[in-house]
């Protein structure tokens, strides 16, 4: 398909829009990457999310499609006749998505939370939900796996994507707050996954490098910071 008909409105360095770029990889979708910039929110953002104003945002044939988890869910049923993202099993799809949300509304939050806390209680307390999540995500991974690369089993699914594009960030965040959330005593499984899933074809030209987005993570952080 040509890049005209799809268009993706997002950001280099987001795990929500590496979702869609992953997914559309998958599916070796052919799209124009609309980069927003940082502070800084588009006229077509804008147009095309106007109830949350913000990426990612894919344009398919001039027609919006928001938010992340949507939008992947999405890819799957548009383009049916690429790879499955999604499980075929009724309850194994719903079992991705609760994991998914779990994702999103659990875990992430702490991650995000940890450069800004106050005071070592407090981080002690993310740290401690970082840990409980990481414990469940492996538990899952163990059994939805059935000792296969992914989540998803031989190839990545919906969840592979969900989590799978917090890596790089997880990754910053042991790097600049001196932790270690990926273990291979504790999380041998999620250890050996995140390196299959980094080094798929499907991620590993999208996944920011980890350098870059320490350093990137340092501007943020001190916006952060400087408003609180």
Same mark, same amino acid.
């Given at each position: 398909?040509?890049?005209?008909?799809?268009?993706?409105?997002?950001?280099?360095?987001?795990?929500?829009?590496?979702?869609? %770029?992953?997914?559309?990889?998958?599916?070796?979708?052919?799209? /124009?990457?609309?980069?927003? /910039? #940082?502070?800084?929110?588009?006229?077509?953002?804008?147009?095309?999310?106007?109830?949350?104003?913000?990426?990612?945002?894919?344009?398919?044939?001039? =027609?919006?499609?928001?938010?992340?988890?949507?939008?992947? /869910?999405?890819?799957?049923?548009?383009?049916?006749?690429?790879?499955?993202?999604?499980?075929?099993?009724?309850?194994?799809?719903?079992?991705?998505?609760?994991?998914?949300?779990?994702?999103?509304?659990?875990?992430?939050?702490?991650?995000?939370?940890?450069?800004?806390?106050?005071?070592?209680?407090? %981080?002690?307390?993310?740290?401690?939900? #970082?840990?409980?999540?990481?414990?469940?995500?492996?538990?899952?991974?163990? *059994?939805?796996?059935?000792?296969?690369?992914?989540?998803?089993?031989?190839?990545?699914?919906?969840?592979?994507?969900?989590?799978?594009?917090?890596?790089?960030?997880?990754?910053?965040?042991? *790097?600049?707050?001196?932790?270690?959330?990926?273990?291979?005593?504790?999380?041998?499984? #999620?250890?050996?996954?995140?390196?299959?899933?980094?080094?798929?074809?499907?991620?590993?030209?999208? #996944?920011?490098?980890?350098? *870059?987005?320490?350093?990137?993570? =340092?501007?943020? %952080?001190? *916006?952060?910071?400087?408003?609180?």
């Amino acid at each position: 398909m040509a890049s005209g008909d799809v268009k993706l409105i997002g950001a280099w360095a987001s795990p929500f829009v590496l979702r869609a %770029r992953v997914a559309l990889n998958i599916k070796a979708i052919d799209y /124009q990457f609309i980069q927003e /910039q #940082l502070g800084a929110k588009s006229q077509l953002l804008l147009e095309s999310n106007p109830v949350y104003k913000k990426i990612p945002v894919l344009i398919h044939e001039d =027609k919006p499609i928001c938010e992340s988890l949507i939008i992947v /869910q999405y890819i799957d049923e548009a383009w049916s006749s690429g790879p499955s993202i999604l499980p075929t099993d009724p309850y194994d799809r719903t079992v991705a998505r609760f994991w998914a949300a779990y994702i999103d509304d659990k875990w992430f939050p702490a991650m995000k939370g940890l450069p800004t806390a106050k005071g070592d209680e407090e %981080r002690k307390a993310l740290l401690e939900q #970082l840990g409980q999540g990481l414990t469940h995500m492996e538990e899952v991974y163990v *059994k939805s796996s059935q000792g296969k690369a992914f989540f998803g089993g031989d190839k990545i699914g919906l969840l592979d994507i969900a989590f799978g594009s917090f890596l790089g960030w997880l990754r910053v965040t042991e *790097k600049l707050d001196g932790v270690k959330l990926l273990d291979k005593v504790k999380t041998p499984g #999620l250890v050996k996954w995140s390196e299959s899933f980094c080094s798929s074809p499907a991620v590993k030209d999208v #996944l920011p490098e980890t350098d *870059k987005l320490a350093e990137f993570a =340092k501007i943020v %952080r001190a *916006k952060l910071r400087g408003s609180s």
